[in-house]
């Protein structure tokens, strides 16, 4: 079966350009998750979905970020412009939320677009 | 705030001597306990969840436990595969599937 697919691997582009990372979770799961990391921050939480709606963004840095879910098969996450330090790697991860329940479906996650702005 | 802290940042062990790495929480009301394992320029993926204190879970050569203020992952006669960093992290919500996750132990097994 195939995972989580993130696009682009590698994206290097100037500051104050506008860039846009993919993403397709894996064929059923309805819950998305953007995160990113950095050798400072770790793994950090920006933003996730529930069916295709936003639940919690309070990790969403800035205005600069921005990320939709226009469908089941498919997330972007924008910056725009772009800045140094948002130099990271950003991870798109999804679940089947099971409804709130005891139990917690666990995330799996695509290998990442690495970001650095210049 | 939530918060998860994972010890030591980096171990380096000989292949088959064991340990064990660390992860506490100050969470008050823990929902459930994760352990995923990252290799480089990978993804996270997954391989426990823990619930309860006094809970274990195993699979090959990791042995997960918990109590109510930290979790383990005991790392049993390790081999060079093993290499990896090991993330924990933890969500507090029910109905909410945000997870805090700790910086990572970054585990070198040498042949």
């Known amino acids: 079966d195939a995972g989580v697919i993130q696009s682009p691997r590698h994206e290097v582009t100037e500051m104050g350009q506008e860039v846009t990372l993919r993403c397709k979770p894996i064929s059923g799961h309805n819950s998305l998750f953007w995160y990113r990391q950095t050798m400072m921050r770790g793994l950090e939480l920006l933003i996730y979905f529930n069916n295709n709606v936003p639940i919690d963004d309070s990790g969403m840095p800035e205005d600069r970020f921005s990320a939709k879910m226009p469908n089941a098969s498919f997330s972007t996450l924008k910056i725009q412009p772009s800045e140094p330090r948002d130099s990271a790697v950003y991870f798109c991860a999804s679940s089947s939320w099971t409804g709130g329940g005891r139990v917690h479906q666990p995330q799996h996650f695509g290998d990442g677009t690495r970001l650095s702005i210049l | 705030e939530d918060q998860v802290t994972q010890s030591p940042e980096a171990l380096r062990l000989q292949e088959g001597e064991s340990s064990s790495l660390n992860c506490s929480y100050t969470?008050?009301?823990?929902?459930?306990l994760f352990w995923y394992r990252q290799d480089p320029g990978k993804g996270p993926e997954f391989l426990f969840t823990?619930?309860?204190a006094g809970e274990e879970k195993e699979k090959e050569r990791l042995k997960a436990t918990l109590t109510k203020k930290e979790s383990f992952l005991h790392i049993t006669a390790p081999k060079p595969e093993d290499s990896a960093t090991y993330l924990c992290?933890?969500?507090?919500?029910?109905?909410?599937?945000?997870?805090?996750f700790g910086t990572g132990t970054r585990l070198t097994i040498i042949p």
């Open positions: 992290a933890e969500t507090s919500n029910f109905g909410n599937e945000k997870l805090t």
């Open positions: 969470v008050s009301g823990l929902r459930g």
């Open positions: 823990l619930y309860s």
